[in-house]
């Protein structure tokens, strides 16, 4: 055994991407994995969230937030997101997708390559958006497909997205290919029907992928959904009667550190005595280093921040601070010319003796 295998480092909480199948709703996937990470980790109160839903009809990652790693959600939500999704031009439904009949569009002009390219082209920044009806925005108090479903006419408030940009992979009239690159909150059933309308005509969507979340890709997810154990039979032995998972020993190696979720954040490394500081909530003096970014993910960022800033709509001053070993201590704000902790975290990391873990289980 080697010392590697030994004193392995894992993560108690982070961020764990996966890949979801066509067909399973985020939330199932979601509770699968806390399941299985509840058992692995022998802890029952261990909590599982999701940091941005798909539909069923999609698949594609979902990153999830393990443990305190939740806190973070808001900060991961700042993230671009990439998409492929199809689109079928001719016909309409009042879910822009396939959840719903579709409609023909009786004479609908073929738009040339060349016209839909240009549109694409021009879709880019902020753009004002009407997210479809059977969606899960709240609405007067309640989901809008909630009370679509009830027959109720339903209003659809306009909401503003970023479009990154828009790349035609593949068109063959009805059928389009694009790669989105956007900002959370994007619904791609409305793209694919502003791109359509631009055309004069109307379309669904047919397929989606989610293939990048910020810094997490769908090429580096975990591919096997956790299999549906029973309960175990002895509640003092969680890990007793896991079915194997395919291409993973266990999930809970799967878990990236949180930084990971944090790469566009400016960073502060502390010092030992800085790390105690900030753990008590004492303000730091300091100045933290700029993350390696593009000018445009950069400006991506500040924007979003900016529009859905609180207060007086100016993003807040903040970063992580991380210990000597890279690990996330807290997020901290700028109050009065010094750093204040503002969510602060127990340590992420530790070392499993490989030795001890055989014998446990």
């Given at each position: ?5 030994s004193?392995?480092v ?8 996966y890949?979801?199948?066509?067909g399973?709703?985020?939330r199932e996937?979601?509770?699968?994995v ?5 058992r ?5 109160k ?5 940091t ?8 594609g990652?979902?990153?999830?937030a393990?443990?305190?790693a939740a806190r973070?959600t ?5 993230h671009?997101?990439?998409y492929v999704?199809r689109?079928?031009f001719g ?9 719903e ?6 004479n609908?002009p073929r ?7 240009s549109?694409?082209?021009q879709m880019?920044?902020?753009l004002?958006?009407?997210p ?7 609405v007067?108090g309640?989901?809008?497909h909630?009370r679509v479903?009830?027959?109720e006419q339903?209003?659809?408030p306009?909401?503003r997205v970023?479009?990154?940009s828009?790349?035609v992979?593949k068109y063959?009239?009805?059928?389009l290919?694009?790669?989105?690159r956007c900002?959370?909150?994007?619904y791609?059933r ?6 359509a309308?631009?055309?004069q005509n ?5 397929r989606?992928?989610r293939?990048e979340v910020g810094?997490?890709q769908?090429?580096?997810a ?9 309960p175990?039979?002895n ?10 998972m ?16 944090l ?12 790390v105690?500081?900030v753990r008590h ?6 100045e933290?280093q700029?993350?390696q970014q ?5 400006e ?9 800033s609180e207060?007086?709509g100016?993003p807040?001053?903040e970063c992580?601070?991380v210990?000597?070993?890279?690990d ?5 704000r700028?109050?009065q010319?010094?750093?204040a902790p503002?969510?602060v975290?127990?340590?992420s990391r530790?070392?499993?003796d490989a030795?001890?873990?055989a014998?446990?289980?």
């Open positions: 055994m080697t010392s590697a295998q004193n392995a894992t993560h108690g909480f982070g961020f764990l991407p890949a979801k199948p066509h399973m709703t985020s996937l979601v509770n699968r806390q399941r299985r990470l509840r692995e980790q022998n802890n029952r261990l909590k599982v969230g999701h941005g839903t798909l539909d069923p009809l999609a698949d990652l979902v990153v999830i393990v443990g305190a973070l808001p900060w991961l939500l700042q671009s997101k990439r999704a689109f079928e016909v309409s439904s009042v879910s822009g997708d396939l959840e009949p579709v409609t023909a569009l009786p609908a738009p040339s390559l060349e016209e839909i390219e549109v694409c082209a880019h920044g902020w004002d958006q009407v479809p009806t059977h969606s899960a925005i709240w007067d309640e989901r809008a909630l479903r009830r027959g339903v209003e659809m306009t909401r970023w479009i990154d828009i790349d992979l063959d009239y009805p059928h290919d694009v790669d989105v900002g959370s909150g994007t791609l409305s793209l694919g029907m502003d791109i309308a631009r055309c109307v379309a669904v969507m047919t989606l992928t293939t810094p997490f769908l090429a580096g975990v591919p096997a959904v956790p299999p549906d154990d029973p175990p039979g509640p003092a032995q969680l890990a007793e009667g896991l079915t194997p395919e291409g993973t020993a266990e999930l809970q190696n799967s878990i990236q550190a949180p930084v990971t979720g790469a566009h954040v400016p960073s502060m490394p502390l010092s030992p005595d800085d105690i500081r909530g004492i303000r730091i003096g300091g933290p700029q993350p593009t000018e445009l993910d950069q991506n960022v500040q924007e979003q921040s900016l529009h859905c207060g007086s100016l807040p001053d992580m601070a210990d000597a070993g890279g996330l201590v807290a997020i901290l700028r109050k010319g010094r750093w503002y969510r975290f127990a340590e530790h070392s499993v030795t001890k873990k014998a446990r289980t």
